[in-house]
């Protein structure tokens, strides 16, 4: 896949091999997957509402869709690309072409933000967290998995380079990985622990900077 100059999910090669270049990228993407179906089996409640928050090409919808039919939940996924749109893929509920901080939230009992509020502008995380919670259901759960603020240190530098040495085990190359680095200058901001330390997270899942929080009410 090319990479382009400037990351953007607004591309047609970026989203047509979006399924293939994230787990080149990210070696636990699909073992955490597996995480959230366990954990989010745990909050969908029978005729509930469960979120998908920067839902990508579907790959969460596809991971929980037999709870959602089993428990005849409402699922939305959400997704600001039109391109990662066109490409979205599960066939159950409702997929919605939208910017995560402007949509009409529901109460609802789970929300999953799998990799999603690091594109999600500094300014307006604070305030679509706190809109975010106060629609959640008592007994429900946000769950978010996302690219935290490197800690300092000769630590961080082994986290940094862990990260690398693992991209390297999918066999993308020295070239793709510099590139992908260079081009989410500004576009990715990983978050603050602060953001979420209001919330009480618990932590599920940590490699290197990356880290997995169960928000719970």
Not at 45 to 60: H, M, P, Q
Not at 108 to 137: A, H, V
Not at 150 to 159: A, F, W
């Amino acid at each position: 896949m090319k990479i382009p100059q400037n990351w953007t999910f607004e591309d047609k090669g970026v989203a047509s091999n979006f399924n293939n270049h994230v787990r080149e990228q990210l070696p636990w993407y699909d073992f955490v997957t597996q995480a959230i179906i366990h954990i989010a089996r745990h909050y969908i409640s029978e005729k509930g509402l469960v979120y998908d928050l920067g839902a990508s090409t579907g790959n969460i919808g596809n991971a929980i869709k037999d709870i959602l039919k089993q428990r005849e939940a409402t699922f939305i996924a959400i997704e600001k690309s039109k391109e990662m749109v066109e490409q979205y893929t599960c066939d159950y509920g409702t997929v919605v072409q939208n910017n995560i901080k402007d949509y009409n939230y529901q109460p609802f009992d789970l929300s999953i933000l799998f990799l999603t509020i690091m594109f999600l502008e500094p300014k307006y995380r604070s305030e679509f967290l706190s809109t975010l919670y106060n629609k959640l259901e008592k007994g429900g759960a946000i769950l978010i998995v996302d690219k935290i603020e490197s800690i300092g240190g000769y630590i961080g530098t082994i986290n940094y380079r862990l990260t690398l040495a693992e991209k390297l085990k999918t066999g993308t190359t020295t070239q793709d990985i510099i590139e992908k680095e260079l081009s989410l200058q500004g576009v990715q901001r990983p978050i603050n622990y602060e953001l979420i330390k209001p919330y009480n997270p618990t932590l599920f899942f940590k490699f290197s900077d990356f880290v997995g929080y169960i928000i719970e009410k």
